[in-house]
């Protein structure tokens, strides 16, 4: 399935080792949630030039899920915390300043990490994309929860936890990304948009 096993897994492992520092950054910074925010504003400002707007062929579709998962994910933090499903501790109020940015940062990751990954595969077929898509989005994302989790940032209060992360978690991180991932795929067959990861 993978042509390369060794750099496949040399890129997961460099995936995994940024969701360390971004989770152990705001773990260790929880209190401090403008300069968090702050700081993931800048990173996506840098992101915005380096991948929309220096390169001549400009990516819509990568701003598109961007804004698109920080949508989903802020409704879906607001109906979360507002129901008690989960907390946030360590800020003045229910969800942190740098929550709409670390959405917009996810789908940035996941998107380029996969582009990365599919020219991996021996047969990069939209089945085995979306397998790929499915995999990242119920591993990568839950395994920074962890870290934050248990760095205090904030507690889940559903049943069924894996490492403090609920199923339920689990399950509405990969709606949100498959979501977007489908929304984006049919843009690009409408449109006939070239996109290694969409199409």
């Not at 360390?20 to 504003?41: M, P, Q, R, S, T």
């Not at 595969?121 to 994309?129: A, E, F, I, T």
Request: proline share 4%; aromatic share 20%; glycine share 8%.
């Amino acid at each position: 399935m993978i042509t390369n096993k060794k750099k496949f897994f040399i890129e997961f492992l460099k995936g995994l080792l940024k969701l360390v520092i971004a989770g152990g950054f705001i773990g260790y910074f929880k209190e401090y949630d403008f300069w968090i925010a702050l700081l993931l504003f800048l990173k996506i400002l840098h992101n915005l030039y380096k991948d929309i707007y220096k390169p001549t062929q400009k990516n819509w579709l990568l701003l598109a899920g961007m804004l698109l998962t920080c949508f989903g994910g802020v409704v879906g933090e607001t109906w979360g915390v507002a129901n008690g499903y989960w907390e946030y501790h360590a800020v003045s109020r229910a969800l942190p300043l740098w929550l709409p940015f670390a959405w917009i940062l996810a789908f940035h990751y996941l998107y380029k990490l996969e582009g990365k990954l599919i020219p991996l595969l021996k047969n990069p077929s939209q089945k085995n994309k979306i397998i790929l898509a499915i995999l990242l989005a119920l591993i990568l994302p839950a395994f920074g929860e962890v870290i934050t989790i248990y760095l205090g940032v904030w507690t889940y209060y559903w049943p069924y936890q894996l490492f403090g992360v609920p199923l339920y978690a689990f399950i509405c991180l990969v709606f949100v990304h498959m979501l977007v991932y489908t929304i984006l795929h049919f843009i690009c067959k409408k449109y006939k948009i070239e996109d290694v990861v969409f199409n």
